[in-house]
């Protein structure tokens, strides 16, 4: 089984720098798809992050591996956060598993 979830982090991400950060697991040609596509190796999930700030995680065979895929990749996404966006204080990002 393939489980997809959703999560919408709450701020816009600059995927440009993201992929230059992590060539060897992202790969982002805005031309052909507008997220940036980010190859986690434990657990092996795909995620599908958009400069909105929602992503989509794809892979994963157990909810707990959409959870961890997550709490790995949010550091970054963080790290990578647009500046001058604004977030509700306090406001913490929810999964969907669909």
Do not use: C, W
Request: proline share 8%.
């Amino acid at each position: 089984q393939n489980i997809v979830g959703t999560v919408d982090v709450g701020f816009p991400i600059r995927l440009e720098g993201l992929v230059f950060a992590h060539p060897t697991f992202s790969s982002y040609e805005p031309e052909l798809f507008p997220g940036l596509i980010y190859r986690l190796v434990q657990p092996r999930v795909v995620l599908l992050i958009f400069v909105s700030g929602k992503v989509v995680i794809t892979g994963a065979k157990t909810e707990a591996q959409l959870i961890e895929g997550l709490r790995k990749m949010y550091p970054v996404l963080v790290e990578f956060r647009k500046e001058n966006a604004t977030s509700v204080p306090g406001d913490v990002p929810t999964i969907a598993a669909a």
